[in-house]
């Protein structure tokens, strides 16, 4: 069982800047995934960014030069520096553990087994 709990949202200005947390706890293993995902209601989580136990990162096309996702280890929480933010990224954003072995940085959130409550972040114009 792997816990998350993530922080760090709130409501900005187009333009702004807000960085999320997410401190995990309860993996042991040593290959896993994490990532962030964003879900508006009535809509399918998608993926925002991603990262492996190695430091590889993908991110997905609408946040490529704007967002970044960091993790120093698997001791240490996960970030997500959003900068340049649009009204059009406002969601709640969650935060995904594999909690197994996972290929590369996956952006497939399919590849998640547990997801954080979530945080909201609202951008207004």
């Known amino acids: 069982q792997v816990l998350q709990v993530e922080s760090g949202g709130g409501s900005v200005q187009a333009g702004g800047s807000l960085r999320l947390s997410c401190v995990a706890s309860?993996?042991?293993?040593?290959?896993?995934?994490m990532g962030w995902f964003r879900q508006i209601p009535g809509k399918q989580r998608e993926a925002v960014a991603s990262i492996d136990e190695v430091g590889r990162t993908k991110y997905a096309d609408f946040v490529k030069g704007r967002f970044t996702i960091s993790q120093d280890n698997a001791n240490t929480p996960l970030y997500l520096q959003m900068n340049g933010l649009k009204p059009e990224d406002t969601a709640m954003y969650y935060c995904g553990h594999s909690g197994s072995w996972c290929a590369l940085a996956s952006l497939n959130k399919n590849d998640y087994s547990y997801w954080g409550q979530g945080t909201q972040v609202t951008v207004s114009s």
């Open positions: 309860g993996y042991t293993g040593t290959r896993y995934c």
